[in-house]
T-cell receptor
C-alpha cells in the first residue's frame, strides 16, 4: 500500500512569492491534514480537509490556504511568503473525521530567501 | 489554550538503559493520545495510540505508554533501549471537541550511545 506522498521534496522561494505544496493521501483516506514544523519547534496544526471541505484551521494568517480535490488530494498555498515561513510542511491523511490515526508523508522543505 | 508539554528536549542514554519520556497535556475533556517517532532521515511514524480501555498501551518495538487521566499524562517507556531507538519522539493529543485538531508537543530528541 502506497503511503502519503508529497511534492516537491524541496522548494526555494524568495520573500513575497507564492508557494504551492501538494499532497496525495493514502488510498481510501478522505481526511488530509497540514502541519508546519519550523526548526526547533513541534508540529503546528495548519489545516484539516475532509470530503473536500475545510473542517478546521490552526492559528495561521489567511495567506495560508488550501483546498482538497475530488480525489482527496490536497494543495497548500502560501501567499506573500515571509522568511519565517521557512519550515518543513507535513501532510497527513486519515480514514475519517473521528478517532482515526494520522499517517504522515515525508514533507516538503520550504526555504524562503 | 490547549497545549502538550514534553519535559525533555534532549535525552542521552546508553544502550540497555531504561527510558521514560514525559508528556502532559492541558485539556479537561476526553482525548485520544498518540506517540509518534521520527527516525533520522525518515518521516513521522505512529509508535502507539490510546483511544479508550486499558490505560497501559503497548506499541511497536517494545515501547509502551501509560495514560494517567488524573495527571493528564501519557508517558512513554521502554525497559531497555537500543542504538536504533535514536530518534525524535512526539507526543500528540486529539481532543474530542474543537474539531478534532491534533496538538503536538515540541518533541524529545533521544540519543542512544552504543
Amino acid at each position: 500500500e502506497a503511503g502519503v506522498t508529497q511534492s516537491p521534496t524541496h522548494l526555494i522561494k524568495t520573500r513575497g512569492q507564492q508557494a504551492t505544496l501538494r499532497c496525495s493521501p493514502i488510498s481510501g483516506h478522505t481526511s488530509v491534514y497540514w502541519y508546519q514544523q519550523a526548526l526547533g519547534l513541534g508540529l503546528q496544526f495548519l489545516l484539516w480537509y475532509d470530503e473536500g471541505e475545510e473542517r478546521n484551521r490552526g492559528n495561521f494568517p489567511p495567506r495560508f490556504s488550501g483546498r482538497q480535490f475530488p480525489n482527496y488530494s490536497s494543495e497548500l498555498n502560501v501567499n506573500a511568503l515571509e522568511l519565517e515561513d521557512s519550515a518543513l510542511y507535513l501532510c497527513a491523511s486519515s480514514q475519517g473525521k473521528r478517532r482515526e490515526t494520522q499517517y504522515f508523508g515525508p514533507g516538503t522543505r520550504l526555504l524562503v530567501l | 489554550a490547549q497545549s502538550v508539554s514534553q519535559h525533555n528536549h534532549h535525552v542521552i542514554l546508553s544502550e540497555a538503559a531504561s527510558l521514560e519520556l514525559g508528556c502532559n497535556y492541558s485539556y479537561g475533556g476526553t482525548v485520544n493520545l498518540f506517540w509518534y517517532v521520527q527516525y533520522p532521515g525518515q518521516h513521522l511514524q505512529l509508535l502507539l495510540k490510546y483511544f479508550s480501555g486499558d490505560p497501559l498501551v503497548k506499541g511497536i518495538k517494545g515501547f509502551e505508554a501509560e495514560f494517567i487521566k488524573s495527571k493528564f499524562s501519557f508517558n512513554l517507556r521502554k525497559p531497555s533501549v537500543q542504538w536504533s531507538d535514536t530518534a525524535e519522539y512526539f507526543c500528540a493529543v486529539m481532543p474530542y471537541t474543537g474539531g478534532f485538531k491534533t496538538i503536538f508537543g515540541a518533541g524529545t530528541r533521544l540519543f542512544v550511545k552504543a
